[in-house]
């Protein structure tokens, strides 16, 4: 009998517990279900913003090349011989006409005091038949092979002073020496480079153009120069030449600009980038270059728009644009936009179409087409 009404109590009690998991699952269900049903609020991104504008940019040609001297040679000798004076040190600015280097001309002041004394013994020789034909005493073609004798040795005199002069290698025009290539008691070799020779003002920077762009060309506009040995400072200077012919492969033509180089600060064989400034301008509308999103099937921004949710706020809607020219900061939008839209300039990268957002422009740095970096 016992046992039976333990039996009872213990089925008596698993119902109750059941009853109440139960009753409680309900609840949690119904509660899950209530929430389910009830809009999810995304809470807004925070974004800054700026209003695309229009802008009056002038029309440039932008080309990227290389810093050529107006001037460079690498210094070499038309002769031969031992170096027994070097006058000048690596790196060091030169004038015009500078001796450099002089060789060893021993042999050839030997020859030429030898020739010399035959010049003056031919010289006797010619003035002392000139008196005797006048006495008659001697024919005409005598007195013509002394005198030919007196210039031949005289000729003789001249090469050997030029091989003495050529001993002796100058500067052909002022500018600075690069690292020198020869040592004293060296046996210079007639050709053989000595050292480098670079006039640093003007320079030129050359380049190539598009074949579209030729008939907007012409001597005297203004190019502008960047290089990233200087990335703070701009460089202006003008067209000085282009090259009549076309290259056959890329359909370009060859620029060359030249500039001023007072702080000697272009040097050549540097890496420019360069524009030519036209004498027109456009009206364009730019926004910045970090509202813009690239991607594989086109470029976009995001438009910030008032929600038409109830609870308002704004929200962000890509668009999708077509981009032109880059200057500094800024970037032109062709098509996809119109002046007076907002858009996204910052946090594009975490937006999508239809978020809401919230703008944030405290501490935001001003966009600029010529901008300098206070960290570059």
């Known amino acids: ?11 008596v009690a698993v119902i109750l517990v059941m009853a109440v998991g139960g009753g409680l699952g309900g609840i949690k269900f119904f509660q899950i279900k209530k929430l389910m049903s009830m809009p999810m609020m995304q ?12 802008e009056k940019w002038q029309d440039t040609f932008s080309a990227v090349g290389t810093v050529t001297a107006a001037q460079g040679v690498e210094v070499s000798t038309e002769v031969g011989g031992i170096i027994r004076e070097i006058t000048f040190d690596s790196g060091s600015m030169v004038t015009n006409g500078a001796v450099l ?29 000139r008196t005797l034909l ?52 060296q046996f210079l070799e007639m050709g053989k480079p000595i050292v480098s020779l670079q006039a640093l003002e003007p320079m030129h920077a050359e380049f190539s153009l598009p074949q579209q762009s030729f008939g907007q060309l012409k001597s005297g ?27 056959d492969v890329t359909r370009s033509v060859r620029v060359q600009a030249t500039f001023e180089n007072a702080e000697h600060l272009l040097r050549a064989g540097m890496f420019a980038r360069v524009e030519v400034v036209l004498p027109t301008d456009q009206n364009v509308l730019v926004v910045p270059s970090t509202a813009l999103l690239s991607a594989p099937f086109g470029n976009s921004v995001y438009v910030i728009e008032p929600s038409t949710n109830k609870e308002g706020g704004f929200i962000a809607r890509q668009q999708f644009v077509k981009t032109g020219t880059v200057r ?42 010529t901008p300098k970096p206070s960290d570059s």
């Open 1 to 11: 009998m016992k046992k039976i009404v333990v039996v009872v109590m213990v089925v």
């Open 43 to 54: 809470p807004p991104e925070t974004i800054s913003s700026v209003v695309a504008k229009e």
């Open 101 to 129: 280097v002089r060789l060893d001309t021993s042999s050839e002041e030997a020859q030429l005091r030898a020739i010399e004394a035959q010049v003056a013994l031919s010289k006797v020789n010619a003035e002392r038949l």
């Open 134 to 185: 006048t006495a008659n005493t001697i024919s005409q073609s005598e007195l013509d092979t002394a005198e030919a004798t007196l210039k031949q040795n005289q000729a003789n005199a001249d090469n050997i002073r030029a091989t003495i002069a050529k001993k002796t290698i100058r500067a052909p025009f002022a500018g600075q020496l690069g690292i020198r290539k020869v040592n004293l008691g």
């Open 221 to 247: 506009l203004k190019v502008h120069l960047a290089t990233d040995a200087f990335e703070k400072k701009q460089f202006e200077g003008t067209i000085t030449a282009i090259n009549p012919q076309f290259d």
């Open 328 to 369: 500094g900061d800024f970037v032109t939008v062709e098509s996809g936009l119109k002046a007076g839209d907002k858009v996204a300039s910052s946090g594009v990268f975490k937006l999508r179409n239809g978020v809401p957002v919230k703008e944030n422009n405290e501490m935001v740095p001003k966009a600029s087409t």
